[in-house]
């Protein structure tokens, strides 16, 4: 199964330093037949960049946690891994994302197909994203405009190979 992972740089340099990484609660995200389900209209192409922007909203989240921080004077980008996995369940819990799937084990950095990256035009923006998150989550109209300000920076393609000279290169 084809999963969009949510993750920070912090952990896009674990990847890279260990060659295998683990989900947050194992949570990622996929095409799953409920995200099928909700859309009456879409190709595979389509529903995927739902999940991949499902997960880069999930990304800012782990920006924002202090476990998942990046490390001093790294920059605050959102980082999406896409990698293809064989333990991947479907979740069935109404109150997550559509495309929300657990996995029980690492990652490893040969399963992994791309990461995207954000770009540092959109630091100021998934930095505002970051401190009203949660106040978008409850309603508030301005917070949610900010974090739409931060969704709306296009994610940068990297293949593996290029991530330890991207990493450099921060």
Known sequence: M???VPATLAMLARLVADGSLHAVNGTVFAVTPRLRESYADGDEDELADVALRDAALASLRLIGDS???PTAGSPARRVVLEADVDDA???LRPDLDDAVVRLAGAISLER???AYVDNAAAES???AAVEV??????GDEDAELTVGDA???DL???APQELPFLLELL
């Open 2 to 4: 084809r999963v969009y």
């Open 67 to 69: 476990d998942a921080q």
């Open 89 to 91: 369940a479907a979740t």
């Open 112 to 114: 992994v197909i791309a």
């Open 125 to 127: 923006a998934v930095l």
């Open 133 to 138: 998150i949660d106040a978008a989550d409850l």
């Open 151 to 153: 969704q709306d920076h």
């Open 156 to 158: 940068a393609w990297y």
